[in-house]
């Protein structure tokens, strides 16, 4: 599906698709070395519970949110498509977040191209959090996830307004 074009209402919905494949793809990946950020680790850890706060969808056993990164209010403005999915499983939570950069196409401006998904996979043992994999360096992190847990701290008012 890479290159063809989504109208906003079909970028959810590929959000969704490519987290599921990445959480399928890096379910064997092996750990990282010692995490160093205490900052970055603490917004997995909220962006995870805001993530559960939304709930799953009927006949799904996992949870997921789809949100955009950019600025203004109006989503279709919006230049990155992130897909979050959280599972809990017997040895602790696994979330995988994938974001991709939306490029606009010639044609129509509304209309745009998912390109270059970058993921970040993590683990929630007891203990704390580990991340597994993450095509972010940890410098990037530090700028991405404080953008991204506003994105989900923005849905989720918006959501509580339409209830």
Known sequence: MRGAALSPSGKAGLAA????AAF???SQAPPLPAQKSE???RLLRQIRA???ELGK???EDFVRGEFFLGEGDDDTNKTHAVGVLVTDEVEGGRMTIVVSRLEPTGANPRVRYARDPRTIVCRFPAA???IVRSDYAPAD???LLPSLSRAIADKKNLLMLRK
């Open 50 to 52: 805001a993530v559960q």
């Open 17 to 20: 698709a490519v987290v599921v």
């Open 128 to 130: 704390g959090v580990e």
């Open 39 to 41: 900052e970055v680790l």
């Open 57 to 59: 969808y009927p006949g």
């Open 24 to 26: 399928l793809a890096s």
């Open 141 to 143: 992190l530090r700028r």
